[in-house]
């Protein structure tokens, strides 16, 4: 069976596994699971923005779909954004509710290390 790859994908997915270990949403580790997602979009990226470690999140597949798709997204301090036409069942099936973020702006302000 021949499978089409995009150039340089490999090679992305490997340096992005040296910098994280698991799906940066729900925490997905078994490595077959995720996949090495652009937070630019490679269409849109240049060939050195492709391969750039930091245009990249580890996301198993379905947190993948939806940064693809523009349902989720990121804040500069790295806190989820969801969006509103995403359902609380759906939001709860795919470990995105805001329960998430509310313990985030905990740890934030009582546990990070500035």
């Known amino acids: 069976m ?15 596994l040296e910098k ?9 580790t078994d490595v077959r699971f995720l ?3 652009h937070k630019k979009p490679r ?20 947190h993948d779909a939806l940064i693809d798709k523009g349902y989720i997204s990121f ?3 790295g806190t989820i954004l969801v969006s509103e036409s995403i359902d609380m069942d759906t939001k709860v099936f795919l470990n995105i509710y805001e329960k998430q973020q509310h313990y985030m702006e905990w740890h934030r302000e009582y546990k990070y290390k500035k």
């Open 35 to 37: 996949m090495a997602s």
């Open 75 to 77: 804040d500069g301090d």
């Open 43 to 62: 269409s849109q990226s240049n060939n050195r923005e492709r391969l750039d470690v930091n245009n990249g999140l580890l996301l198993c597949p379905n």
């Open 2 to 16: 021949f499978v089409k790859s995009r150039i340089g994908q490999t090679i992305f997915k490997k340096a992005l």
């Open 20 to 28: 994280e270990e698991k799906c940066k949403i729900c925490g997905v």
